[in-house]
C-alpha cells in the first residue's frame, strides 16, 4: 500500500527548531519529487518547499527562505524539512506530496497524487 506519512511537528517557542520527516512506503521515493505544504485555519493549503527527484533541485516560499532547508535520504526513503528560526506565522498543518506530473508548478496542490496525512506544527510562546 503507497503511504506517505509525516512526523516531528509538535509545539516550539519562537526562534526555535522542528525537523519534519516524511517517510514513504510502497514505493520508491528516488524517482519521484516531493513537495512540503502546510495549511493555517482558515487559509488554503501553500506550497513552503520542493526537492526535485533526479538532481536534487530545491525550491522554497519567499516567507521561509534562510530559514528552512529540504532534504531527501533515498536510502531510507525519507524527505526532512529541517525548519529554524520558526515564528507564529509558521503554525499549521504540515503535509508531505508526491509529485505526480510535470505540468502545473510546484506550488500547486493539484500537482501532486498521494499526500500524507499531515503533522501539526505550532509556533507559540
Known amino acids: 500500500q503507497l503511504q506517505l506519512v509525516e512526523s516531528g511537528g509538535g509545539l516550539v517557542q519562537p526562534g526555535g527548531s522542528l525537523r519534519l520527516s516524511c517517510a514513504a512506503s510502497g514505493f520508491t521515493l528516488v524517482g519521484y519529487s516531493i513537495g512540503w505544504f502546510r495549511q493555517a485555519p482558515g487559509k488554503e493549503r501553500e506550497g513552503v518547499s520542493y526537492?526535485?527527484?533526479?538532481?536534487?533541485?530545491?525550491y522554497y516560499v519567499d516567507s521561509v527562505k534562510g530559514r528552512f532547508i529540504i532534504s531527501r535520504d533515498n536510502a531510507k526513503n525519507t524527505v526532512y524539512l529541517q525548519m529554524n528560526n520558526l515564528q507564529p506565522e509558521d503554525t499549521g498543518v504540515y503535509y508531505c506530496?508526491?509529485?505526480?506530473?510535470?505540468?502545473?508548478?510546484?506550488?500547486?496542490?493539484?500537482?501532486?497524487?498521494?499526500w500524507g496525512q499531515g503533522t501539526q506544527v505550532t509556533v507559540s510562546s
Open positions: 506530496a508526491r509529485r505526480a506530473t510535470s505540468g502545473p508548478p510546484w506550488t500547486s496542490r493539484y500537482a501532486y497524487d498521494y
Open positions: 526537492i526535485s527527484n533526479n538532481n536534487g533541485i530545491t
